[in-house]
T-cell receptor
Framework: DADVTQTPRNRITKTGKRIMLECSQTKGHDRMYWYRQDPGLGLRLIYYSFDVKDINKGEISDGYSVSRQAQAKFSLSLESAIPNQTALYFC????????????FGPGTRLTVT | QKEVEQNSGPLSVPEGAIASLNCTYSDRGSQSFFWYRQYSGKSPELIMSIYSNGDKEDGRFTAQLNKASQYVSLLIRDSQPSDSATYLCAGGSNDYKLSFGAGTTVTVRA
């Protein structure tokens, strides 16, 4: 089984709909991250969490919210989806405080029409 | 200005040649650097990490770091078609976040 899983893997939704992307990990890592990837822009950080009680905004958090339900689960919500949120979304985990070595889930391809 | 910049590519090399990828960073507080490989439609996969000035070799991959020049590079020796992918450079700073470059796409011609 994969260490980091994301659901759904693909999603098409309409403008204005609320959508939740979920991430689960079995690596036992404390730190979890949500990124979006757009062609030519690389990976941009949306939110990150160092433990269940610690949630932080990344560089592009507007229009998104997150919930850290447990050490192993970190969900990303789009409260009212808009077309420019069409992107590939990745969850990542990180274990060692000093290493910054991140392990990525398989990604969710989200299309907002 | 983006914190991590990569030579945009794309880069095409013949099989067996050396592929050279470059990355510069603007945050002098960055201490740790990483190269991720991403196949089309897949998630990034960590292939190299480097923390000190100099070279670090792992198989056919060599990462080079020069903190004075704020420069990181990745050499892929004896390039194989399976090396065809996008390579992402990332830097970690004291705020425990990674900044990623936009990536360089490498194609190895058989």
């Amino acid at each position: 089984d994969a260490d980091v899983t994301q659901t759904p893997r693909n999603r098409i939704t309409k403008t204005g709909k609320r959508i939740m992307l979920e991430c689960s990990q079995t690596k036992g890592h404390d730190r979890m991250y949500w990124y979006r990837q757009d062609p030519g822009l690389g990976l941009r950080l949306i939110y990150y969490s160092f433990d269940v009680k610690d949630i932080n905004k990344g560089e592009i958090s507007d229009g998104y919210s997150v919930s850290r339900q447990a050490q192993a689960k970190f969900s990303l919500s789009l409260e009212s989806a808009i077309p420019n949120q069409t992107a590939l979304y990745f969850c990542a985990t990180e274990g060692h405080r000093l290493d910054y070595e991140q392990y990525f889930g398989p990604g969710t391809r989200l299309t907002v029409t | 200005q983006k914190e991590v910049e990569q030579n945009s590519g794309p880069l095409s090399v013949p099989e067996g040649a050396i592929a050279s990828l470059n990355c510069t960073y603007s945050d002098r507080g960055s201490q740790s650097f990483f190269w991720y490989r991403q196949y089309s439609g897949k998630s990034p996969e960590l292939i190299m990490s480097i923390y000190s000035n100099g070279d670090k070799e792992d198989g056919r991959f060599t990462a080079q770091l020069n903190k004075a020049s704020q420069y990181v590079s990745l050499l892929i020796r004896d390039s194989q078609p399976s090396d065809s992918a996008t390579y992402l450079c990332a830097g970690g700073s004291n705020d425990y976040k990674l900044s990623f470059g936009a990536g360089t796409t490498v194609t190895v011609r058989a």
